[in-house]
């Protein structure tokens, strides 16, 4: 899975791009964990503390430069002008962690994925 992120990544590769990568990744990885009948991480309520299948999260755009940098795609300085950069794009375009518009409708749901309640 990891191979298609560096196949992929060049120094040219936009954000869209980067995260219309992950998004084939999530979808991917999603597929790999139904064909071999894995379920999604138990979670722990941080509210009222009870138990649930949490969604499995998809993979982040931050996910995706950290994976680069482990695999030598990237050098750390690289790393750390990409985190920026990261940041500062998605502040401008309001975007969440995946790279999808996040707009003031989903904020509610998206604000703690660990409070079921
Ligand atoms: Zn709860």
């Given amino acids: 899975m990891l191979e298609i992120l560096i196949a992929v990544w ?3 590769t936009t954000w869209d791009e980067l995260v219309e990568m992950c998004g084939r990744l999530t979808g991917l990885r999603t597929d790999l ?9 138990l979670m ?8 649930s299948r949490g969604d ?3 993979v982040s755009v931050r996910s ?3 994976a680069l ?11 750390q ?10 502040a401008v375009r309001g975007l969440d962690a995946l790279g999808m518009k996040n707009d003031a ?3 509610t749901t998206t604000s703690d994925p660990s409070v079921c309640c």
Avoid at 70 to 79: E, L, Q, V
Wanted: hydrophobic residues 30%.
């Fill in 10 to 12: 060049s120094p040219s």
């Fill in 33 to 41: 964990r139904q064909s071999r009948g894995i379920q999604a991480p």
């Fill in 44 to 51: 722990k309520c941080s509210k009222c503390g009870s138990v």
């Fill in 56 to 58: 499995i999260k998809g």
């Fill in 64 to 66: 995706a430069l950290f």
């Fill in 69 to 79: 940098r482990k695999a030598g795609a990237i050098s750390d300085t690289d790393f």
């Fill in 81 to 90: 002008r990409l985190d920026h950069d990261w940041k500062k794009h998605r």
């Fill in 105 to 107: 409708s989903s904020a």
